[in-house]
């Protein structure tokens, strides 16, 4: 049966890609209003495909998100609006044979079909929304975050329904988001509701990537995040400068000022009782990633680009990127931006800023204890508004299961290397979910590359690993149906 659907795959890798460019030209992107139509279009042609290969039950579910806005002042959160959410795509396939007796084994697969806004265009050498091929890989927005490597999973269960006479050895439930680029809440909040409708034995996501190229890798922990907003406000409007100022305060000055105190100069985060949660990686881990082929000024000139690397001093790279805590300000909005001088004092300025936590910190604890900092630290004059947009937690994965084993076997028979076992840097808050909410023990196995460009122009998916990342779940799930 394996060797079936390993073949069927190597036989319709043409094909397989086709059908990913055209899932890559629908501009989902999740963040964008007027997306919204298209976010849709993506979801629908995910469903067609599911139902096409044979999966079962398959639906469109509506979701809707609260915003929460935090007022100035202590208390409680306040809900105080809602809008519409993007559908998730549901699957499933329930009646694989038993085996020796016992229930098959059902794994939950996770996706999304939404990907981030495009911009800056400039910088794109095709189109993003228009798949393009070169030297070996496939550029678009979403090529392996996430539709290339949510892609390999339906191709996978193609494979087995193919060659298997339109059955599964296993039973498998499919659950694909269109909001994980704005944080999950829509998922979330389905898991929390409905967990019955997700019970399985393992989950599998493929929304990781590998250490180096050609190097199997099993990512098993995530830093959690909370993604906030400040508003700074001053007047009433916007003000002259020439006959206010001196005497009327301004939001971006404010916001400078704040932000200023938010991490000193050797990067360390200046929140009172941020670090006091902070799990540090066991001295195994330590001692594995040490061993990891990582060159520093590789990564420095290659993938960051900058004349230096910063952060916390005592630290090294990978420490400081899977293990530590961040704080980082990713816009600054308000006042004139525009050609030319404009003389104004704006009445209000935005700054959006994240935090990256690490076990044991929690995003609730995290962010009381930053929106107390900072409105401890607001300027005279000034009113602020503090608020919580999206947040996930961190996790850690055991590596002491069944399962573990046999994603390592399956990437081993693939890519003829052992694999290794890393941490991410990144969140997908939805694996806390699973493990929290769910108790369902959670895989990690991504085939993207450190260069991939994901959420910056020119994003990319090597192709090769786009086949061997079908391979592998193919013999993942063969191999897990014996469990």
Same mark, same amino acid.
């Not at 069927?8 to 086709?18: H, T």
């Not at 639906?59 to 409680?76: F, H, M, R, W």
């Not at 989950?203 to 590998?210: G, K, W």
């Given at each position: 049966?394996?060797?079936?659907?390993?073949?069927?795959?190597?036989?319709?890798?043409?094909?397989?890609?086709?059908?990913?460019?055209?899932?890559?030209?629908?501009?989902?992107?999740?963040?964008?209003?007027?997306?919204?139509?298209?976010?849709?279009?993506?979801?629908?042609?995910?469903?067609?495909?599911?139902?096409?290969? !044979?999966?079962?039950?398959?639906?469109?579910?509506?979701?809707?998100?609260?915003?929460?806005?935090?007022?100035?002042?202590?208390? $409680?959160?306040?809900? /105080?609006?809602?809008?519409? !959410?993007?559908?998730?795509?549901?699957?499933? *396939?329930?009646?694989?044979?038993?085996?020796?007796?016992?229930?098959?084994?059902?794994?939950?697969?996770?996706?999304?079909?939404?990907?981030?806004?495009?911009?800056?265009?400039?910088?794109?050498?095709?189109?993003?929304?228009?798949?393009?091929?070169?030297?070996?890989?496939?550029?678009?927005?979403?090529? /392996?975050?996430?539709?290339?490597?949510?892609?390999?999973?339906?191709?996978?269960?193609? =494979?087995?329904?193919?060659?298997?006479?339109?059955?599964?050895?296993?039973?498998?439930?499919?659950?694909?988001?269109?909001?994980?680029?704005?944080?999950?809440? !829509?998922?979330?909040?389905?898991?929390?509701?409905? $967990?019955?409708?997700?019970?399985?034995?393992?989950?599998?996501?493929?929304?990781?990537?590998?250490?180096?190229?050609?190097?199997?890798?099993?990512?098993?922990?995530?830093?959690?995040?909370?993604?906030?907003?400040?508003?700074?406000?001053?007047?009433?409007?916007?003000?002259?400068?020439?006959?206010?100022?001196?005497?009327?305060?301004?939001?971006?000055?404010?916001?400078?000022?704040?932000?200023?105190?938010?991490?000193?100069?050797?990067?360390?985060?200046?929140?009172?009782?941020?670090?006091?949660?902070?799990?540090?990686?066991?001295?195994?881990?330590?001692?594995?990633?040490?061993?990891?082929?990582?060159?520093?000024?590789?990564?420095?000139?290659?993938?960051?680009? =900058?004349?230096?690397?910063?952060?916390?001093?005592?630290? =090294?790279?990978?420490?400081?990127?899977?293990?530590?805590?961040?704080?980082?300000?990713?816009?600054?909005?308000?006042?004139?931006?525009?050609?030319?001088?404009?003389?104004?004092?704006?009445?209000?300025?935005?700054?959006?800023?994240?935090?990256?936590?690490?076990?044991?910190?929690?995003?609730?604890? =995290?962010?009381?204890? *930053?929106?107390?900092?900072?409105?401890?630290?607001?300027?005279? !004059?000034?009113?602020?508004?503090?608020?919580?947009?999206?947040?996930?937690? $961190?996790? /850690?994965?055991?590596?002491?299961?069944? *399962?573990?084993?046999?994603?390592?076997?399956?990437?081993?028979?693939?890519?003829?290397?052992?694999?290794?076992?890393?941490?991410?840097?990144?969140?997908?808050?939805? /694996?806390?979910?699973?493990?929290?909410?769910?108790?369902?023990?959670?895989?990690?196995?991504?085939?993207?590359?450190?260069?991939?460009?994901?959420?910056? $122009?020119?994003?990319?998916?090597?192709?090769?690993?786009?086949?061997?990342?079908?391979?592998?779940?193919?013999?993942?799930?063969?191999?897990?149906?014996?469990?």
């Amino acid at each position: 049966m394996t060797i079936a659907a390993v073949e069927f795959a190597k036989n319709n890798q043409a094909r397989f890609v086709e059908e990913l460019k055209d899932l890559l030209r629908i501009p989902s992107i999740s963040t964008d209003p007027e997306r919204a139509a298209d976010v849709r279009r993506a979801a629908e042609f995910v469903a067609a495909e599911l139902r096409r290969i !044979g999966m079962e039950n398959v639906k469109l579910i509506e979701t809707s998100t609260p915003e929460i806005v935090l007022a100035p002042c202590d208390g $409680p959160a306040q809900v /105080v609006s809602a809008r519409e !959410g993007h559908p998730m795509v549901y699957a499933d *396939y329930l009646h694989a044979a038993p085996v020796n007796g016992k229930a098959a084994t059902t794994v939950l697969v996770y996706g999304h079909y939404d990907v981030q806004p495009v911009e800056p265009l400039d910088e794109w050498l095709s189109p993003p929304f228009e798949p393009t091929e070169r030297d070996g890989n496939i550029y678009a927005r979403g090529a /392996v975050d996430d539709k290339g490597q949510m892609w390999m999973h339906v191709k996978a269960l193609e =494979s087995l329904f193919a060659t298997n006479g339109g059955t599964l050895p296993i039973n498998v439930r499919v659950i694909i988001e269109g909001e994980e680029e704005v944080g999950g809440e !829509g998922i979330a909040a389905f898991v929390r509701e409905h $967990p019955d409708q997700l019970r399985a034995d393992v989950a599998l996501v493929s929304d990781t990537e590998m250490f180096a190229p050609d190097l199997p890798t099993l990512c098993v922990g995530l830093r959690g995040m909370i993604y906030t907003e400040i508003e700074a406000r001053g007047a009433r409007t916007d003000l002259h400068s020439g006959m206010y100022g001196g005497a009327a305060p301004n939001p971006h000055i404010a916001l400078a000022q704040i932000i200023a105190q938010l991490k000193d100069s050797n990067g360390h985060i200046s929140i009172p009782g941020f670090y006091d949660k902070v799990a540090a990686p066991t001295a195994a881990e330590l001692a594995a990633w040490k061993t990891l082929p990582f060159d520093e000024e590789h990564y420095r000139e290659t993938e960051v680009g =900058s004349i230096k690397l910063t952060g916390e001093a005592g630290f =090294s790279v990978l420490e400081r990127t899977w293990a530590r805590p961040t704080l980082e300000v990713h816009g600054i909005a308000g006042g004139f931006t525009g050609a030319g001088a404009k003389t104004v004092i704006p009445a209000r300025a935005l700054a959006k800023i994240s935090m990256r936590l690490v076990p044991d910190q929690t995003p609730a604890e =995290s962010f009381a204890l *930053y929106k107390k900092y900072v409105e401890s630290i607001c300027p005279e !004059g000034i009113t602020l508004e503090v608020r919580l947009i999206h947040a996930g937690d $961190p996790v /850690v994965v055991s590596t002491d299961n069944p *399962y573990v084993r046999a994603a390592t076997e399956a990437m081993h028979t693939v890519f003829a290397k052992e694999t290794v076992f890393v941490r991410g840097g990144g969140s997908i808050p939805i /694996v806390g979910d699973f493990i929290r909410e769910l108790g369902t023990p959670t895989l990690l196995m991504g085939f993207g590359l450190p260069d991939d460009n994901l959420h910056a $122009p020119n994003e990319k998916f090597h192709i090769a690993n786009f086949h061997r990342g079908i391979e592998s779940i193919v013999r993942f799930l063969s191999s897990v149906a014996a469990i």
